[in-house]
């Protein structure tokens, strides 16, 4: 063990109340909006195949010139509740929104900056009607914030002279000063998401991002902090020097996933982000956007890939620059809502189904103990109740093999689509063959009523010698 002063020190795994109803929310929206939303990908005629939201810096655009974009910003198709609606009816159960890119432009009207929504032409307080509208619809927030700042003159990638890290101790103070104000703003947000924190300057001031994280969760309790803000005293990040998880969960999964059989994640809680479109966060206008676009169904593989090993997924919007709402991202998550609306059971409240192998055609989730359970959070056992199998993968053979974890028997199968009876073989008391379903383009999911093995109610006789009370 290295004896760290900014390392994950002696935290365990949290399982607060406001760590459960994170950890049961499953599905997330990331939401993208800021300057970049208007140029969209294309500077003076010059079209940029990548990410909208790096625009300023792979157009080498000067800090004046992107600032100008302000005053376009005139919130013509801003509709926050539309917004919040979307994303509840597609079954996202909490929205992360960021409230700075790395352009340094920030969403609420900062005392610290004046490159806020103060000097565009509304003057809005943009950030605050996103959190009323998604709280509204009964959604948490999360607030992302850029720790990297192409905006801020004393933002700095390394610290090689004293210069340097005069200004770089200016940023981070400044730095402070915003996030203290965003939960002294905004005191009813679940939790920050930090980002660019990746550089040099960054990783040399671990103490930086432990304190913040202390600092925040001292003005709201049960605070969430993603463990992208973290670097160590020796400038390892996300998990310590000792390998110890920093932040309340793992982010460091974007645009891919943990392998599916890979149930070591299950060891502490993660969260996965997600683009819609191949590569791009911010609005991009362009035919590279929309070539990698996914289909609902690939996102519906991925969220139940996702809670089968215990993660979180946050999938991505990336609003127009007058804040309307991307129309194949609209219907996107009007197909993923009608899925959600018959098969959530097997997401929300929803994690690994513990003894169970990842089955190749699919993957199996169970319901989360509930919080009473016990004081620890124990392995749920899955010889009782039920686990969900989601079928995105039809097997040729038509046949889907069903290994038993010991102990367990399946009483009946139930198709979630219509309530129908699944019929099944038992093949010698440890597997089970299903006949696969036909496909239906979306994942088809399957609930297992469980018992344990040769307890059979039905054969079940009162037990004379004790009392039924
Ligand atoms: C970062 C941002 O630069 C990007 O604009 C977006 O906000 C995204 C959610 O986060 O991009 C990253 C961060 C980390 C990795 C890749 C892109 N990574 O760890 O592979």
Request: hydrophobic share 45%; net charge negative.
């Amino acid at each position: 063990m290295i004896a760290l002063r900014y390392g994950a020190g002696s935290q365990v795994r949290r399982d607060d109340p406001a760590m459960r109803a994170f950890r049961a929310d499953r599905f997330g929206q990331f939401v993208h909006w800021g300057l970049y939303a208007l140029p969209a990908g294309t500077w003076k005629g010059r079209t940029i195949d990548f990410a909208a939201e790096f625009l300023m810096h792979s157009a080498h655009v000067s800090r004046k010139d992107w600032a100008a974009l302000a005053a376009e910003f005139t919130l013509e198709g801003f509709d926050p509740v539309e917004w919040a609606r979307t994303a509840k009816a597609m079954g996202a159960r909490y929205v992360t929104v960021t409230t700075k890119h790395h352009d340094g432009f920030c969403l609420w009207p900062s005392a610290y900056s004046d490159f806020t929504v103060a000097a565009t032409p509304s003057g809005r307080d943009v950030l605050g009607e996103i959190i009323e509208a998604y709280q509204a619809e009964g959604l948490a927030v999360h607030l992302y914030y850029s720790v990297l700042d192409w905006h801020h003159p004393d933002w700095r990638y390394a610290l090689e002279t004293d210069d340097d890290r005069a200004a770089f101790d200016r940023y981070l103070e400044f730095a402070t000063d915003q996030l203290v104000e965003l939960a002294e703003r905004y005191p009813q947000v679940r939790g920050f998401w930090f980002d660019g924190t990746w550089d040099a300057s960054v990783k040399a001031n671990g103490r930086w991002t432990c304190e913040i994280e202390r600092i925040l969760k001292e003005r709201i309790p049960g605070a969430i902090v993603n463990s992208r803000l973290r670097a160590d005293d020796l400038g390892a990040r996300h998990f310590d020097s000792n390998g110890a998880l920093m932040g309340d969960y793992e982010s460091g999964y974007e645009r891919r996933l943990p392998a599916p059989w890979d149930l070591s994640v299950t060891a502490h809680d993660w969260e996965a982000c997600a683009t819609i479109t191949q590569a791009t966060w911010g609005f991009h206008d362009s035919a590279w956007a929309d070539s990698g676009r996914k289909s609902p169904a690939q996102i519906v593989e991925q969220l139940a890939q996702t809670v089968s090993l215990g993660g979180n997924l946050l999938l991505n919007f990336g609003p127009r620059g007058d804040g309307s709402l991307v129309p194949a991202e609209v219907e996107l998550a009007r197909e993923v809502g009608a899925w959600m609306d018959v098969n959530s059971a097997a997401v929300h409240a929803s994690g690994p189904a513990n003894g169970w192998e990842y089955p190749g055609w699919g993957f199996y989730t169970a319901p989360l103990e509930p919080a009473d359970a016990s004081d620890t959070p124990a392995e749920p056992a899955h010889g009782a109740g039920v686990v969900h199998a989601v079928v995105t993968r039809i097997p040729v053979s038509g046949v889907l093999p069903v290994e038993l974890p010991p102990g367990v028997e399946v009483r009946s199968i139930r198709a979630l689509a219509d309530g129908a009876d699944v019929p099944f073989t038992v093949l010698d008391g440890r597997s089970l063959r299903i006949p696969a379903p036909a496909s239906a383009g979306m994942p088809v999911v399957f609930a297992l009523e469980l018992g344990a093995a040769g307890d059979d109610p039905a054969l079940r006789e009162p037990n004379p010698d004790v009392a039924l009370v």
